[in-house]
């Protein structure tokens, strides 16, 4: 009955969700306010469509966390004793977490349902960190589900700095339930995510280190914002860049 439950939920949240995109795309494809007509022919249309329209997901899955950890994959320290800056490997189920929070659960579901094939992959094999990386970001879907989802991450950090320390906040939170956290060297303390860490791991996802400008992932972020929010998605991701240390060129065209 609980299954049945979660499943009949996401079925209703994804209809609420196709249904609001539908509105927004009439909108914006007529430049003006809808109407009350507008907006009874717009539902009366969605109500037309086969329910098996609606977008589909999937649940939480090892496949899935390996995407998601892949743009990181080849910085992630499995010592014992590790560095200030480090990204140890017991960040993981925190920062699958975090990403939850950011994105949302319904809109992390619906990505695990685009990419379920790779998915499956990912868990069948034992990549290095760096073989992961160029698996995923190489391949169409992974890297369409991963710009997508970085493109709501960046967007909840329009308030940059409150949003760090949040992050940092909520990561070590959870890591109190860690048993494997990693000590720091030449120290009895044990490791904690902090500023930092923060900038290693987004410079990791999103720059490139040869250029010290955006990568592949986040030039496409910057595309995806430019096109949802204009100037303002732009300038946050700016924004994001900057915070990072980076060069934060970027191109909307």
């Known amino acids: 009955m609980k299954g049945r439950s979660s499943s009949s939920g996401a079925s209703v949240a994804n209809a609420i969700n196709a249904l609001e995109k539908a509105l927004v795309a009439e909108a914006k494809r007529t430049g003006k306010a809808l109407s009350i007509k ?86 069948s094999q034992n990549y290095t960190g760096i073989g992961l990386k160029d698996k995923v970001i190489q391949d169409t879907t992974g890297f369409k589900v991963l710009t997508y989802i970085f493109s709501k991450v960046v967007m909840k950090f329009d308030d940059f700095d409150n ?5 940092i906040r909520f990561i070590n939170e959870q890591l109190r339930e860690v048993d494997d956290v990693p000590t720091l060297s030449r120290r009895d303390d044990s490791w904690t995510f902090g500023e930092d860490s923060f900038v290693k ?12 400008t955006q990568n592949a992932l986040m030039e496409k972020v910057y595309e995806i914002v430019w096109n949802s929010y204009d100037t303002k998605g732009v300038k946050v991701a700016t924004q994001f860049m900057r915070a990072l240390g980076a060069d934060h060129s970027h191109k909307t065209s």
């Not at 987004?202 to 250029?211: E, G, H, N, S, Y």
Request: glycine content about 4%; overall charge neutral; proline content about 8%.
């Open 38 to 123: 507008d907006i009874q022919m717009i539902v009366r249309k969605f109500k037309a469509k086969p329910l098996s329209s609606a977008p589909k997901g999937a649940p939480a899955s090892p496949g899935f966390t390996q995407l998601l950890i892949a743009p990181f994959a080849d910085v992630i320290d499995d010592a014992v004793e590790v560095s200030r800056e480090a990204v140890p490997r017991a960040i993981v189920p925190a920062y699958e977490a975090a990403i939850d929070m950011l994105c949302g659960e319904e809109t992390v579901y619906k990505c695990r349902g685009r990419c379920k094939s790779l998915t499956a992959h990912l868990q």
């Open 201 to 212: 791991l987004f410079r990791a996802i999103l720059v490139d280190p040869a250029t010290d």
């Open 163 to 167: 949003r760090k320390d949040w992050m």
